[in-house]
Structures are given as structure tokens and as C-alpha cells.
């Protein structure tokens, strides 16, 4: 199994008035990639945790390093690995690589599974623990 990963170009408009990205942007390339993670590797979209099964996987803490400013037309591989998981949480690490190999963000997000009727955490349920376990044993950072 290989890293997932989402293509994203720097656009002029994700950028503050010195020509690099604007910081908060990286959160919104962040999330996106996890949202897709989920509808690719691990099979179920967001709608579908939401409507149908009446869960969620919210972010509970997120923390990010700029390594390498970007500017406008910056072509990045938006990578999503897992690194640890709890009884209900998924660790991530995501990161954002040039094509010349240049790592410009290395994000660590930490999401949650919640019971939308319970309004609180619960354990992941199976078949999608399985999934993750394996997406993170075959990816390990």
C-alpha cells in the first residue's frame, strides 16, 4: 500500500501580501487531504459518516511547521500518513512535498471518532480500525 496523497497547487489567492502562502491555508490543505483519505483508503466520505451513520471524525488538535515558504504556482503532494492509533483517536502526520522533493509542512492533526447522539468520542468502530491499522502499518512515517 502506498501513501495517499492529494495534488494542490499554491493559488494566488492562498497567499498574504508578501507573495507566500498565507499560514492558515496549510489547515484547509490539511483537512482536505484527510476528508479524501477517508473516501479513498478507508472507503467511507464524511457525508456518508454523518448522515448515514451518525458519526464523525472531528479534528482535536492540529499543530503545523513551515519549513520551506511557498509561493504562488507551487505544485505540492499533500501526503497523509498515520502515526499512532488510540482506542478512538487517529494520529496523523501530513505533510506537503515538491515535486524536486522539498518538504514545506509537516502538520500533526489528531482527529477523533464521535457519536453524533452520544456527543462524545467512542472507540473506532471495526471494519474501519482494520483499515487504519493497516494504512498505518504499511505507511509508518
Not at 494566488?12 to 476528508?35: K, Q
Not at 473516501?39 to 499543530?63: K, L, Q
Not at 514545506?104 to 468502530?125: L, W
Amino acid at each position: 500500500m502506498s501513501v495517499f496523497s492529494i495534488p494542490r497547487r499554491v493559488s494566488w489567492g492562498d497567499c498574504d501580501p508578501a507573495g507566500i502562502l498565507y499560514t492558515p491555508r496549510v489547515f484547509d490543505y490539511c483537512t482536505e487531504a484527510i476528508e479524501r483519505w477517508y473516501a479513498g483508503p478507508m472507503g467511507i466520505d464524511w457525508p456518508t459518516m454523518n448522515r448515514r451513520d451518525n458519526m464523525g471524525s472531528p479534528t482535536v488538535h492540529a499543530e503545523c511547521d513551515y519549513l520551506v515558504p511557498m509561493s504562488p504556482g507551487l505544485e505540492l503532494e499533500v501526503r497523509v500518513l498515520v502515526d499512532k492509533i488510540g482506542t478512538a483517536s487517529i494520529n496523523f502526520i501530513i505533510e506537503g512535498v515538491a515535486a524536486d522533493g522539498t518538504l514545506h509542512f509537516r502538520a500533526r492533526y489528531v482527529g477523533c471518532i464521535t457519536d453524533f447522539t452520544q456527543n462524545k468520542a467512542v472507540p473506532i468502530p471495526e471494519p474501519l480500525r482494520g483499515r487504519i491499522e493497516a494504512y498505518g502499518n504499511a505507511c509508518r512515517p
